[in-house]
């Protein structure tokens, strides 16, 4: 992922997993796994600085996010 935001994202306290894939079938189409311990931790993600620039770029390239929520 560009400027390692992925990085910064997996060292955050708090992080189990941070994977993004992107599709065979459309090298537009990308598949983001995310898992924070909690809440709180994903609130927290929300307001680092990395986590700002993804939104940038995000508004910059991105057409359609689709979130899908799941919890154990």
């Given at each position: ?9 997996r060292a955050e306290d708090g992080n189990i ?56």
């Open positions: 992922m560009t400027e390692g935001i992925d990085i910064a994202c997993k941070y994977d993004y894939f992107t599709s065979t079938d459309d090298s537009d189409e990308l598949l983001l796994i995310e898992k924070w311990r909690d809440a709180d931790a994903l609130a927290a993600h929300g307001r680092q600085p990395h986590f700002a620039r993804l939104r940038e770029i995000k508004d910059e390239f991105v057409t359609e996010t689709i979130i899908e929520k799941y919890e154990a």
